[in-house]
């Protein structure tokens, strides 16, 4: 089965692998052998929190690489009639009175999102303060699942946890 997502998010998730490798290599940098105090230290209390360390790595790191060896990418239009894959939304997130609280940028990225752990963060989700800078969602997350299909005008609610409710209007599709 394979994951669709667009470009601008399939080519920030390389970088993410490539950086968990990096983590990856300089923790075995960090294991390897020490002759300083007399061989290894594989007897020791750091190296064993160094290998746990090093298994949580790596299998953060093969998810992540079988996610993207699964992956399909999606080209983004020009234009868009409703939101799908690859529409960057600018909504509104809209108050009891009907009044717009919010604008946000919103890229609809795929239809799910890489596996995510603490190990890293990239820091690189984008806040959606603006079209160049969107916020990233799948369709199987909350906000995209409510937005998905939706038009210009049209009002949908994000259900975003069990007490939670957020509605949004969509203002543009680009």
Same mark, same amino acid.
């Given at each position: 089965m394979g994951y669709l997502m667009v470009e601008s998010e399939y080519l920030?998730? !390389?970088a993410v692998v490539? @950086? !968990?490798?990096?983590?990856? @290599?300089?923790l075995l940098a960090e294991m390897g052998p020490t002759h300083e105090a007399g061989g290894g230290w594989h007897d020791n209390a750091a190296f064993d929190h160094l290998k746990a360390d090093e298994r949580r790595v790596l299998t953060y790191l093969r998810q992540l690489e079988d996610f993207l060896r699964d992956c399909m990418i999606v080209q983004r239009k020009d234009s868009y009639a409703e939101v799908e894959i690859g529409c960057i939304v600018l909504a509104a997130e809209i108050d009891a009175a009907g009044e717009a609280v919010r604008k946000q940028w919103i890229l609809i990225a795929g239809d799910t999102r890489p596996p995510r752990n603490a190990?890293?963060?990239d820091g690189d989700e984008g806040d959606?303060?603006?079209?160049?800078?969107?916020f990233a969602v799948s369709t199987d997350s909350p906000i995209g699942k409510a937005l998905m299909g939706a038009k210009i005008g049209d009002e949908r609610q994000a259900r975003v946890n069990e007490r939670v409710r957020i509605t949004y209007r969509v203002l543009e599709l680009g």
């Open positions: 920030r998730l !390389v490539a @950086a !968990v490798r990096e983590r990856h @290599a300089g190990i890293l963060d959606g303060t603006g079209p160049d800078d969107p």
